[in-house]
């Protein structure tokens, strides 16, 4: 950290996908540094952040990628996808059609990507738990028939998001070195 000289060993691109307002945005600035605003914007521009760790004694970068206001359906473009070994498919559990969404964000992102990329469901907003829409088993059911990993997180109280994080890279990782 910090240390430019720093050799870099693997670059993992990840990309998240999912509808507008889920907390995609959060999960990111919560992930890469440790920040959330309630305010959150609708990312314009900002195309990936970073974020170095250390996987099995080598340097892994990760570099994940979000969408700049694309979540209108199939207007993500390939050149987002193109490269990505892991995905993070991320719906509101407050909000059941963003959960009802995710298998066609899981269609297009399994026609565009490698056929070996690491998938992680992601329920976001776990903090809101009186306003859940999506019972945990119906998401885990999902995860396990289409084989995905699957977490419920709160970017905005930093519940599972380095984990859920982590446990993609780590996979990538495991898969490709
Ligand atoms: P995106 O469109 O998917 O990138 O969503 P944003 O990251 O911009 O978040 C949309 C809205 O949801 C913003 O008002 C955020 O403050 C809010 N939000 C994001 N994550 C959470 C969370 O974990 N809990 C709660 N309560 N709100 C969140
Ligand atoms: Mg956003």
Redesign the pocket.
């Known amino acids: 950290y910090g240390d430019y000289n720093q050799k870099i060993d693997y670059v993992f691109k990840v990309v998240l996908i999912?509808d507008?307002?889920?907390?995609?945005?959060?999960l990111l600035a919560r992930f890469s540094r440790n920040e959330f605003?309630?305010e959150?914007k609708?990312?314009i521009g900002v195309e990936f952040q970073t974020k170095t760790l250390i996987i099995d004694n080598k340097t892994v970068k990760s570099q994940i990628w979000d969408t700049a206001g694309q979540e209108r359906y199939r207007a993500v473009t390939s050149a987002y996808y193109r490269g990505a070994v892991g995905a993070m498919l991320?719906y509101d559990m407050t909000k059941r059609q963003s959960f009802d969404h995710m298998t066609r964000w899981l269609e297009e992102l399994r026609g565009h990507a490698d056929k070996n990329i690491v998938i992680m469901l992601v329920g976001?907003?776990s903090?809101?738990g009186s306003l859940r829409a999506v019972p945990t088993e119906d998401a885990q059911e999902f995860a396990q028939r289409e084989n995905l990993f699957f977490m419920e997180t709160?970017?905005?109280e930093a519940t599972n998001v380095e984990t859920a994080f982590l446990t993609v890279l780590t996979e990538i990782y495991r898969i490709i070195c």
Request: glycine letters at 10%.
């Open positions: 999912g507008s307002a889920v907390g995609k945005s959060q605003s309630v959150s609708a990312t991320v976001n907003k903090d809101l709160s970017a905005l």
